[in-house]
């Protein structure tokens, strides 16, 4: 069971070594609320070192703060336009209440209230130090918060001061100053307005005046009335000339009239004309006439009366006859006088009709030559009245503006007045040190979560199998437990044979079953160790696995063919200590290797003729006892595959001690002579980078991994939530001296001190 505890082949715990840091708040929504403690765990000291600090100096700041007090005045926004009332939309208000908020914070506003409450000179504004007004009003300004909403007309004005009545003095001085500073540049600015368009008209009207006055002399200099040239010229010539033509056609109509008067006066009749005298003689007649009828029928035409009768009708006929002959004279004689009146009246007619066309026609003419004569000059005269238009539109434009002014200047527009004034503070508002310690707290909390995250994203040190199995897909074999000592500089004095109980040999005993587990050719096994750096304990771990293999009865022989080292190593220290044969000379020495290397076989023989179980094994270490001057030749000579071949025959397993991986090339080489590549990882010390470059130089070509010098307490504390994390549950299997769990009283010094303490696994 503890085995399978320790094997480590698949975590879920936190990552942190990716290979490139990833965004802090996604990885925050992707870790739980136990990876968080468990990170916050992993850097207990830096986060408890970053929240204490932060809070102790808020607190020594805080209580150094001298007392301030808080006074708000409310001011209600007056939103009045041009005509009195407020017509503006939502927006226009919002925006007008945003200016008149602007008006509050401004640094004009500022030095007006200092100069009006002589802040400049107070000791207790000043804190004793000389200012000038300028500095004042900057002090003032950090001093005084105004606000307002969006939706409201109201504006708060805040004022912090050491001295309560202060802060509401100058709270409530706020509106007033303004509305004096703007009645101040109201009226500054109504004189400046009023005095240039007054100016302006002026110069306008002069112009104006001379352009006029330009056009007037052009007239009169060319004799061009106004009017003249124009179209009312062409329209009275138009008038003229139908005048004219009509007073011509008259004159004619006149005299024919007269010419036919004189003809129709003859061809009137007289046969109707008749007097009173006639008109008694033709009754007479009729009279007569009648009576002679009338007798006739009586008398005969002889009878003396007949005849008397026919005498009187025979005299009134010849009065008829003269009568009637004296009336035709007379009416001959009236018609003839009326024709001749009315022909002299038709002659004067037209002669008065055709000299006032003649008088027309003369008219005409004249307004025409004028026309005419005029037409040179309309080029001149539009220009000058263009001209005089221009300044007379420009003169009464400006004077309209500035009556415009002057009305808008005498309307108070927006302006805002006190509300509810502000009230003596009766109680400081700062310094709170509790409320700034929480504050400090929660801050500095969140501060070193973020700083203990980014440490973590930008570490790219190897610590656990999950990473090898995420980034790489590497499994993990074993995690090797650091030892408080080196391992001794014999093949006795290794943990695996001195202390068969403790945890690092239950540990490398696994590595052993895993590394058998691992495919191979038939016979033995071979083995290749190496790792990406060195210095990554490589040859301690090819030794370990090696004696845990022995242990468990198998036989073992590790090859040292790191030659390149200059210095002393494990190996080398008990090749030294031994009575075996050099590398070099089992190399040497061709068809010898059994001769060279004592013969192991008979030993677990012996046990198992006797029926115990076999002894534990020690295994065989093969290394050079000083440096090799070219080991390159020698690694990829011939002389390294017969000796492997060789010990296949004599061994179970045989591991290759290879050199680092991006040190040499020699372990490439290597890599095909063995069935398995185990790489060496060093706990907190390996990065990321030089596992995926080591991982390239093979090709990929990597059985597993192995974790070497594990802080396993360090492991554990940080929660990986592998099986690491659980090793004090299992720490009676073990004869590796765990400190007792210490049991911490209640006091509140031992709470302090398990805090920043990290109590012993």
Same mark, same amino acid.
């Given at each position: 069971?503890?085995?399978?505890?320790?094997?480590?082949?698949?975590?879920?715990?936190?990552?942190?070594?990716?290979?490139?840091?990833?965004?802090?708040?996604?990885?925050?929504?992707?870790?739980?609320?136990?990876?968080?403690?468990?990170?916050?765990?992993?850097?207990?000291?830096?986060?408890?070192?970053? #929240?204490?600090?932060?809070?102790?100096?808020?607190?020594?700041?805080?209580?150094?703060?001298?007392?301030?007090?808080?006074?708000?005045?409310?001011? $209600?926004?007056?939103?009045?336009?041009?005509?009195?009332?407020?017509?503006?939309?939502? #927006?226009?208000?919002?925006?007008?209440?945003?200016?008149?908020?602007?008006?509050?914070?401004?640094?004009?506003?500022?030095?007006?209230?200092?100069?009006?409450?002589?802040?400049?000179?107070?000791?207790?504004?000043?804190?004793?130090?000389?200012?000038?007004?300028?500095?004042?009003?900057?002090?003032?300004?950090?001093?005084?918060?105004?606000?307002?909403?969006?939706?409201?007309?109201?504006?708060?004005? !805040?004022?912090?001061?050491?001295?309560?009545?202060?802060?509401?003095?100058?709270?409530?001085?706020? %509106?007033?100053?303004?509305?004096?500073?703007?009645?101040?540049?109201? $009226?500054?600015?109504?004189?400046?307005?009023?005095?240039?368009?007054?100016?302006?008209?002026?110069?306008?009207? @002069?112009?104006?005046?001379?352009?006029?006055?330009?056009?007037?002399?052009?007239?009169?200099?060319?004799?061009?009335?106004?009017?003249?040239?124009?179209?009312?010229?062409?329209?009275?010539?138009?008038?003229?000339?139908?005048?004219?033509?009509?007073?011509?056609?008259?004159?004619?109509?006149?005299?024919?009239?007269?010419?036919?008067? /004189? @003809?129709?006066?003859?061809?009137?009749?007289?046969?109707?004309?008749?007097?009173?005298?006639?008109?008694?003689?033709?009754?007479?007649?009729?009279?007569?006439?009648?009576?002679?009828?009338?007798?006739?029928? +009586?008398?005969?035409?002889?009878?003396?009366?007949?005849?008397?009768? @026919?005498?009187?009708?025979?005299?009134?006929?010849?009065?008829?006859? +003269?009568?009637?002959?004296?009336? =035709?004279?007379?009416?001959?004689?009236?018609?003839?006088?009326?024709?001749?009146?009315?022909?002299?009246?038709?002659?004067?007619?037209?002669?008065?009709?055709? &000299?006032?066309?003649?008088?027309?026609?003369?008219?005409?003419?004249?307004?025409?030559?004028?026309?005419?004569?005029?037409?040179?000059?309309?080029?001149?005269?539009?220009?000058?009245?263009?001209?005089?238009? #221009?300044?007379?539109?420009?003169?009464?434009?400006? &004077?309209?503006?500035?009556?415009?002014?002057?009305?808008?200047?005498?309307?108070?527009?927006?302006?805002?007045?006190?509300? /509810?004034?502000?009230?003596?503070?009766?109680?400081?508002?700062?310094?709170?040190?509790?409320?700034?310690?929480?504050?400090?707290?929660?801050?500095?909390?969140?501060?070193?979560?973020? =700083?203990?995250?980014?440490?973590?994203?930008?570490?790219?040190?190897?610590? /656990?199998?999950?990473?090898?199995?995420?980034?790489?897909?590497?499994? !993990?074999?074993?995690?090797?437990?650091?030892?408080?000592?080196?391992?001794? @500089? !014999?093949?006795?004095?290794?943990?695996?044979?001195?202390?068969?109980?403790?945890?690092?040999?239950?540990?490398?005993?696994?590595?052993?079953?895993?590394?058998?587990?691992?495919?191979?050719?038939?016979?033995? $096994?071979?083995?290749?160790?190496?790792?990406?750096?060195?210095?990554?304990?490589?040859?301690?771990?090819?030794?370990?696995?090696?004696?845990?293999?022995?242990?468990?009865?198998?036989?073992?022989?590790?090859?040292?063919?790191?030659?390149?080292?200059?210095?002393?190593?494990?190996?080398?220290? =008990?090749?030294?200590?031994?009575?075996?044969?050099?590398?070099?000379?089992?190399?040497?020495?061709?068809?010898?290797?059994?001769?060279?290397?004592?013969?192991?076989?008979?030993?677990?023989?012996?046990?198992?003729?006797?029926?115990?179980?076999?002894? /534990?094994?020690?295994?065989?270490?093969?290394?050079?006892?000083?440096?090799?001057?070219?080991?390159?030749?020698?690694?990829?000579?011939?002389?390294?595959?017969?000796?492997?071949?060789?010990?296949?025959?004599?061994?179970?397993?045989?591991? =290759?001690?290879?050199?680092?991986?991006?040190?040499?090339?020699?372990?490439?080489?290597?890599?095909?002579?063995?069935?398995?590549?185990?790489?060496?990882?060093?706990?907190?010390?390996?990065? #990321?980078?030089?596992?995926?470059?080591?991982? +390239?130089? %093979?090709?990929?070509?990597?059985?597993?991994? %192995?974790?070497?010098?594990?802080?396993?307490?360090?492991?554990?504390?940080?929660?990986?939530?592998?099986?690491?994390?659980?090793?004090?549950?299992?720490?009676?299997?073990?004869?590796?001296?765990?400190?007792?769990?210490?049991?911490?009283?209640?006091?509140?010094?031992?709470?302090?001190?398990?805090?920043?303490?990290?109590?012993?696994?």
């Amino acid at each position: 069971m503890a085995s399978a505890q320790l094997t480590l082949t698949d975590g879920t715990g936190s990552s942190s070594g990716s290979a490139k840091p990833r965004d802090l708040s996604f990885e925050l929504q992707q870790m739980s609320a136990r990876q968080i403690w468990f990170l916050l765990r992993r850097h207990i000291k830096l986060v408890a070192g970053i #929240v204490v600090t932060c809070v102790l100096i808020v607190l020594a700041i805080q209580l150094q703060l001298p007392n301030l007090y808080q006074a708000t005045a409310t001011v $209600q926004v007056q939103l009045n336009d041009a005509s009195g009332s407020n017509q503006a939309d939502a #927006v226009r208000n919002q925006q007008r209440v945003a200016n008149e908020a602007r008006m509050y914070r401004s640094q004009a506003l500022a030095e007006k209230v200092v100069k009006d409450l002589k802040l400049h000179r107070n000791p207790h504004f000043t804190n004793n130090n000389p200012m000038s007004v300028p500095q004042a009003a900057a002090q003032l300004i950090g001093n005084t918060q105004v606000s307002s909403s969006a939706d409201s007309d109201i504006i708060d004005i !805040t004022v912090q001061s050491r001295k309560p009545d202060m802060a509401a003095r100058i709270a409530n001085r706020f %509106v007033q100053s303004l509305q004096e500073l703007r009645s101040e540049r109201r $009226q500054e600015w109504r004189n400046d307005v009023t005095r240039a368009l007054t100016n302006e008209a002026g110069r306008l009207s @002069s112009e104006a005046w001379r352009a006029e006055q330009a056009v007037a002399d052009f007239r009169r200099e060319h004799a061009m009335p106004v009017g003249a040239g124009s179209a009312e010229d062409y329209q009275q010539m138009n008038r003229l000339a139908v005048e004219a033509a009509s007073s011509a056609a008259l004159s004619s109509g006149m005299r024919a009239q007269a010419a036919g008067v /004189s @003809s129709a006066a003859g061809m009137r009749t007289v046969a109707g004309a008749t007097s009173p005298a006639l008109d008694n003689l033709q009754k007479q007649y009729d009279d007569l006439v009648r009576q002679r009828s009338e007798l006739s029928v +009586q008398m005969g035409a002889n009878h003396p009366q007949m005849q008397a009768l @026919s005498a009187q009708i025979g005299q009134v006929g010849n009065a008829m006859s +003269q009568e009637r002959s004296s009336v =035709i004279s007379t009416q001959q004689a009236r018609n003839n006088a009326d024709a001749g009146r009315e022909r002299a009246l038709a002659i004067a007619e037209a002669n008065g009709a055709a &000299a006032r066309a003649g008088q027309l026609q003369a008219r005409l003419n004249a307004i025409t030559s004028a026309a005419f004569r005029n037409n040179a000059n309309s080029v001149d005269l539009s220009i000058l009245e263009r001209r005089a238009e #221009v300044a007379r539109q420009a003169y009464l434009t400006t &004077a309209q503006r500035a009556q415009t002014v002057r009305a808008e200047l005498e309307t108070t527009g927006v302006n805002s007045t006190m509300m /509810s004034a502000a009230p003596v503070p009766l109680y400081p508002f700062a310094p709170a040190p509790k409320k700034m310690a929480v504050a400090a707290f929660v801050g500095s909390t969140m501060l070193a979560l973020l =700083i203990v995250l980014g440490i973590e994203m930008f570490d790219n040190k190897l610590r /656990s199998g999950e990473q090898l199995r995420r980034l790489f897909g590497l499994r !993990t074999l074993a995690m090797l437990p650091a030892m408080p000592q080196a391992i001794g @500089s !014999t093949v006795e004095d290794n943990p695996v044979v001195t202390e068969p109980q403790s945890l690092f040999t239950e540990v490398a005993r696994n590595l052993a079953s895993e590394v058998e587990a691992l495919p191979r050719m038939e016979g033995s $096994q071979r083995v290749l160790v190496t790792s990406p750096m060195p210095g990554d304990g490589k040859s301690s771990v090819a030794l370990t696995l090696a004696a845990a293999a022995a242990s468990m009865g198998r036989r073992a022989i590790v090859v040292d063919l790191d030659l390149r080292r200059p210095g002393p190593s494990v190996l080398r220290s =008990i090749q030294d200590s031994s009575n075996l044969p050099d590398l070099i000379d089992v190399l040497s020495h061709r068809g010898e290797t059994r001769k060279l290397i004592p013969q192991i076989e008979s030993h677990v023989e012996h046990d198992a003729a006797h029926g115990a179980a076999p002894a /534990s094994l020690l295994p065989v270490v093969l290394s050079t006892r000083e440096q090799i001057r070219n080991p390159a030749a020698l690694v990829q000579g011939w002389q390294v595959a017969r000796l492997l071949d060789e010990l296949r025959e004599q061994f179970d397993l045989v591991v =290759i001690n290879a050199p680092a991986i991006l040190a040499v090339r020699d372990a490439r080489t290597l890599s095909s002579l063995a069935d398995s590549t185990v790489m060496v990882v060093r706990w907190g010390s390996t990065t #990321v980078e030089q596992l995926r470059a080591s991982l +390239q130089m %093979v090709n990929n070509q990597v059985a597993g991994a %192995v974790f070497n010098q594990v802080d396993y307490e360090e492991h554990a504390r940080r929660g990986y939530g592998d099986a690491v994390q659980f090793y004090m549950g299992s720490a009676a299997y073990y004869s590796d001296s765990f400190p007792a769990r210490q049991k911490w009283t209640k006091t509140a010094s031992d709470r302090v001190r398990k805090v920043f303490t990290r109590e012993a696994a």
